[in-house]
């Protein structure tokens, strides 16, 4: 257990602080700290193995903030507090420790469970990106290279065809050749790159609902987790949110029957996510708005399916075969939301 060793990097006196475990994050350790009956600070140990320049985050927070300070505008979302000594994250043994206030007053779900709390969320998403309309996002550093870039995914798919788990391979032909099937999900997603008429914008890239904080009335607060936030395409957030909010049965699901897309939600994100964006969108990217979700949901099981022919070594796992349900899963929504949106 970490302790206040980390803590008096940031406060000169630590006796009264405490730490607990918070939430079930799959990346980073994350932990609560308080000096009275509710918490304060969240602090959280950077995963530097998917993280592997967290000073790229920091850097990418401070020229959001720049940004937002010489224009003076407006956006809120909790950023990491400075050490006492004014670097952005406490280092021990080779560790990075953030420190971020706890907003009081707000909660987080994990599963969308109403077409409300789409549209709060993807409202959030959507008022974070319009903040920063006209930065020059080339400034910000990648904090995870090539991240939703579906060409390179395909390639680590092609890579992992060649020298994968030749039984898993063999046992996963069927799903293989959906994916090949669909490879102008892929070819789409080359000619809106190589188009002037997408533009780059802050991008969160990690819009699940987990991802923005809500009131006690559920209304929508702020987003939060803001590691992944680089120069992209409305595709990923959008997509993301569609590939993530659509269905009651999340990519866990192996009970197929639980995942379709109910239409109201589709609604509620496209109706939030314009509130604010709606005037900096122009018709291309308007008319990307419905492959936005095949772009992810796509990119996704793509994913899966490169970790379970690599035997596992990037997603988390709870049983052996849990890579190849979450692609059959996520080819299972790729058809349902097809459908929907034809
Ligand atoms: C990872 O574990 P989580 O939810 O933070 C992944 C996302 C995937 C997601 C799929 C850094 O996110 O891109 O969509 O799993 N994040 C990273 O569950 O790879
Ligand atoms: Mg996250």
Redesign the pocket.
């Known amino acids: 257990m970490i302790g206040n060793h980390i803590l008096s990097q940031y406060f000169s006196d630590t006796a009264s602080h405490h730490l607990a475990l918070f939430g079930n994050?799959?990346?980073h350790k994350t932990y609560t700290v308080s000096t009275g009956s509710s918490p304060e600070y969240i602090l959280q140990e950077v995963n530097t193995s998917?993280?592997k320049t967290p000073l790229n985050i920091a850097s990418n927070l401070e020229g959001l903030s720049n940004f937002l300070e010489q224009n003076g505008r407006e956006v809120f979302y909790p950023t990491p507090l400075s050490t006492i000594t004014g670097e952005p994250y406490a280092i021990e043994s080779g560790s990075f420790f953030r420190l971020t206030p706890f907003v009081k007053g707000t909660h987080t779900v994990d599963a969308c469970s109403t077409a409300e709390q789409a549209y709060e969320a993807s409202l959030q998403f959507g008022k974070f990106t319009a903040a920063f309309k006209g930065m020059d996002v080339s400034i910000l550093k990648p904090t995870?290279p090539r991240?939703?870039d579906l060409s390179f995914r395909w390639e680590q798919f092609t890579e992992a065809m060649q020298n994968g788990n030749k039984d898993r391979i063999q046992h996963a032909a069927k799903l293989i050749e959906q994916i090949q099937h669909d490879l102008k999900i892929v070819t789409r997603y080359q000619s809106i790159v190589s188009s002037s008429q997408f533009l780059q914008r802050v991008t969160h890239?990690?819009t699940?609902i987990?991802n923005v904080l809500l009131n006690g009335e559920g209304k929508g607060v702020c987003v939060i987790?803001l590691?992944?936030v680089m120069s992209g395409l409305l595709i990923s957030d959008l997509g993301?949110m569609f590939?993530?909010y659509l269905s009651p049965g999340n990519?866990e699901e192996t009970d197929l029957s639980q995942v379709y897309v109910r239409p109201d939600f589709y609604k509620a994100i496209i109706a939030g996510y314009l509130e604010h964006m709606k005037d900096q969108l122009n018709k291309e990217e308007l008319d990307a708005v419905n492959y936005a979700g095949e772009f992810?949901i796509y990119?996704?099981a793509l994913?899966?399916l490169t970790d379970f022919l690599n035997d596992d070594t990037?997603?988390?796992i709870k049983y052996p075969m849990n890579n190849y349900d979450?692609t059959v899963n996520q080819l299972a929504l790729l058809d349902h939301y097809k459908a929907v949106t034809a």
């Open positions: 994050g799959l990346i998917v993280f995870i991240f939703h890239h990690d699940k987990n987790d590691d992944t993301d590939r993530t990519e992810m990119m996704q994913r899966f990037y997603y988390g979450r």
